[in-house]
């Protein structure tokens, strides 16, 4: 059984930061591309960042500058640095990642249940 699950959302004032972080656990061979998404109320969910295993980047527009995604293979976890927060940045975020159990087995992908990130104007 594959898991992923977030941390680190919470209430935060615009202009400061948090650290969302997406841990994966279970038989894990490999983790090749991870994104994050949010959906905000009423909305749709949308990518905000990805990162492939080779370490290449890419962001909404909405979010360049500000958001910055990083992973640490050894340990399987994935990263959301969130800075200069907006209220509209306020939504769940979710982990979602293409990884394969075994080195013979095709990529599946999951998603994690999400976190929620609350940004007060």
């Known amino acids: 059984q594959v898991q992923l699950e977030e941390s680190g959302g919470g209430l935060v004032q615009a202009g400061g930061s948090l650290r969302l972080s997406c841990a994966a656990s279970g038989s894990i061979f490999s983790i090749d591309a991870v994104a994050w998404y949010r959906q905000a109320p009423g909305k749709q969910r949308e990518v905000v960042a990805a990162?492939?295993?080779?370490?290449?980047?890419n962001y909404a527009d909405s979010v360049k500058g500000r958001f910055t995604i990083s992973r640490d293979n050894a340990k399987n976890m994935v990263y959301l640095q969130m800075n200069s927060l907006k209220p509209e940045d306020t939504a769940v975020y979710y982990c979602?990642?293409?990884?394969?159990?075994?080195?013979?087995?095709?990529?599946?992908?999951?998603w994690g249940k999400g976190t929620l990130v609350s940004v007060s104007s």
């Open positions: 990162i492939i295993r080779g370490g290449n980047t």
């Open positions: 979602n990642a293409d990884l394969r159990r075994y080195s013979w087995s095709s990529g599946l992908n999951y």
